[in-house]
C-alpha cells in the first residue's frame, strides 16, 4: 500500500516562504517523475512543479522563479521551497507521482494546507 504524507504547510504572510516536504512509503520515488500539485477552493487542481527521476524540474508559468522543486532520493522525499508567497498562491499542496498531462500513479494522500495572508 502506497501511502504519500505531505507536510510543511502553514499560515504565512504575503512574502514569506515555506517548505513543503513529501515522504512516501511502500514505493521507491526515485524511479518517477514526481509532482506538486494543488487545489484552491473551487478551483481543479494543478500540477505547478515537477522533477524527474534524474533531478529534472518545470514549472508552471505561476509559481516559476519563485517555487523550487528538489528530491532526495536516498530519503525518498520530494520538496517543494515556496518563496515570495502570494495570497493566490493559497491552496492545499499535494505531492504524486507524474503519469503525463493529466494522470498520477497513486492515489492521493491528503495534502498540507497553504494559507497566505496579504
Known amino acids: 500500500q502506497v501511502q504519500l504524507v505531505e507536510s510543511g504547510g502553514g499560515l504565512v504572510q504575503a512574502g514569506g516562504s515555506l517548505r513543503l516536504s513529501c515522504a512516501a512509503s511502500?514505493?521507491?520515488?526515485?524511479?518517477?517523475?514526481m509532482g506538486w500539485y494543488r487545489q484552491a477552493p473551487g478551483k481543479q487542481r494543478e500540477l505547478v512543479a515537477s522533477?524527474?527521476?534524474?533531478?529534472?524540474?518545470n514549472y508552471g508559468d505561476s509559481v516559476k522563479g519563485r517555487f523550487t522543486i528538489s528530491r532526495d532520493n536516498a530519503k525518498n522525499m520530494v520538496y517543494l521551497q515556496m518563496n515570495s508567497l502570494k495570497p493566490e498562491d493559497a491552496a492545499v499542496y499535494y505531492c504524486?507521482?507524474?503519469?503525463?498531462?493529466?494522470?498520477?500513479?497513486?492515489?492521493w494522500g491528503q495534502g498540507t494546507q497553504v494559507t497566505v495572508s496579504s
Open positions: 504524486n507521482a507524474v503519469i503525463g498531462l493529466r494522470f498520477v500513479r497513486y492515489s
Open positions: 511502500g514505493t521507491d520515488l526515485s524511479i518517477n517523475t
Open positions: 522533477i524527474t527521476g534524474s533531478g529534472i524540474t
